[in-house]
């Protein structure tokens, strides 16, 4: 019988590992367009100016029946979709957002309960622009790690609703939109290579939005910082400059840490927050500015939802093709910034067909979302006006057992 060297061979059979791969995507903007010429009849500025200093042209604005969470449920549809899955197949649900739509519910849990995706767990996740690369990093360890096997990740903002439209130094750089990706275990090597996350909490006072936190919640200390509560602040010029230095120096460490050379990548998807901080990180890396996916122009900074948004116009453009390494880098409040190198694997982005039974049981399942969703509110409600009729021992009532089941789940 041949012995086991124990210095190459492990005592255990190794497992193959598993990657991470993008298997869908989708994105979903507000149909309302707000140029720089519009924002010029309220503050003084003009499109000149904006062009010149960020490249943005024109950006997104929800309208009143939009929310983070209806735009994250759009994209999320598109995405499961191109992935051509059903929503029960989801084991967790991360929505990265800075406009969440509550403190709590989750904005994730409420397009859980939409989609119908009864199998997922769901949570939002803040940080700030970096949010949507944080996400897919943490989903993409769980699958790595064998925790889970498919999840939902969308990067959605309502920025429009915390902009403060007096401020001609920040009301010009935002819009609103979604965009959303399935992340699925496969065998198949690449997928998600490396990540590098990072943040500085030092930079806390450059950009954010106070709000009435643990910190304020003394009425006496509330907006004591001098800013409006629930308002974007920041201080651009330092951002620019905090900005320009992370970008380039994350994308080469994450580069280094797949084993690749900044010459490997094929296309960054960056933050979408100024065009001139993209042109700086070509410089500085020495990659092709060509070689950055940039809709600026068209979206303006879409916090967490600019990098999916941007993914997803990428793939539309036929701009990413199979075995390719991608860049994607994100920054912003916190301080934060994160990279990620992904090597495209499955499935060709052009061969994506979603089959039509898969479809119309997506549909099913979505228009069953919101019966089983009133139908549970429903029993909640009847089974609080019952519990006086509740016998304090003996035989419970179908109905409140039933309701008392539901509970359990
Ligand atoms: N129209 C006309 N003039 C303006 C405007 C405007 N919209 N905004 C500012 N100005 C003026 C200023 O008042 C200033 O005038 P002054 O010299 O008379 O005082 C002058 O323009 C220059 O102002 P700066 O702030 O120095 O302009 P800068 O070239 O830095 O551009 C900008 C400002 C576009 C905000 C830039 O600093 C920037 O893009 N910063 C980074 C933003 C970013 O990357 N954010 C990412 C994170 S976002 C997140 O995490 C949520």
């Known amino acids: 019988m041949a012995m086991r060297n124990p210095k190459t061979e492990p005592e255990y059979p190794i497992a193959s590992p598993t990657y991470a791969h993008v298997v869908g995507w989708g994105m979903a903007v507000p149909e309302n367009v707000m140029t720089n ?114 999840a939902l990740v969308i990067g959605s903002e309502t ?90 120096d994350s994308i080469d460490q994450a580069t280094k840490l797949a084993g690749l050379d900044v010459s490997d990548i094929d296309l960054v998807i960056p933050h979408q927050a100024n065009y001139r901080i993209l042109q700086s990180a070509a410089r500085k890396l020495k990659i092709d500015i060509n070689k950055f996916m940039s809709n600026v122009d068209r979206y303006g900074n879409t916090s967490a939802a600019s990098i999916p948004i941007a993914l997803c116009e990428a793939i539309e453009q036929k701009r990413i093709h199979d075995k390719d390494h991608i860049a994607l880098v994100g920054f912003g409040g916190g301080l934060t910034w994160a990279s990620m190198i992904i090597q495209w694997g499955i499935p060709e982005p052009s061969q994506q067909q979603s089959s039509l039974i898969n479809r119309q049981r997506r549909n099913i399942l979505y228009y069953t979302a919101k019966w089983r969703s009133r139908s549970r509110r429903w029993r909640r409600r009847v089974n609080k006006t019952m519990e006086y009729l509740r016998p304090k021992r003996g035989r419970v009532p179908r109905l409140l057992r039933k309701v008392d089941e539901d509970d359990r789940l």
């Not at 010029?40 to 969470?69: M, Y």
């Not at 993409?140 to 096997?149: E, F, K, M, V």
């Not at 920040?170 to 939109?177: A, R, V």
Request: with cysteine; glycine share 8%.
């Open 159 to 248: 920025m429009s609703r915390i902009l403060d439209w007096q401020d001609r130094s920040t009301c010009i750089l935002f819009g609103d939109g979604a965009g959303a990706v399935v992340l699925q275990a496969s065998k198949v090597e690449g997928g998600v290579l490396s990540s590098v996350l990072r943040s500085d909490g030092a930079g806390c006072d450059l950009l954010a939005i106070p709000s009435v936190g643990s910190i304020d919640a003394d009425e006496s200390r509330a907006g004591s910082n001098g800013h409006q509560l629930f308002k974007m602040y920041m201080v651009g010029s330092e951002v620019f400059k905090f900005a320009t230095r992370v970008v380039n």
């Open 37 to 150: 010429d519009d924002i010029s009849a309220f503050v003084e500025t003009n499109d000149e100016w904006i062009v010149a200093r960020t490249g943005i042209k024109e950006r997104r604005i929800a309208s009143e029946d939009e929310s983070t969470a209806t735009l994250a449920y759009k994209a999320a549809q598109r995405a499961l979709e191109i992935a051509d899955i059903l929503p029960i197949d989801l084991d967790l649900i991360v929505v990265a957002t800075s406009t969440p739509e509550n403190i709590f519910p989750s904005t994730a849990s409420l397009v859980q309960d939409w989609l119908n995706a009864s199998h997922a767990g769901a949570f939002d996740l803040s940080a700030a622009c970096s949010g949507f690369v944080y996400a897919l990093n943490m989903a993409a360890d769980s699958i790595r790690a064998g925790s889970i096997t498919t």
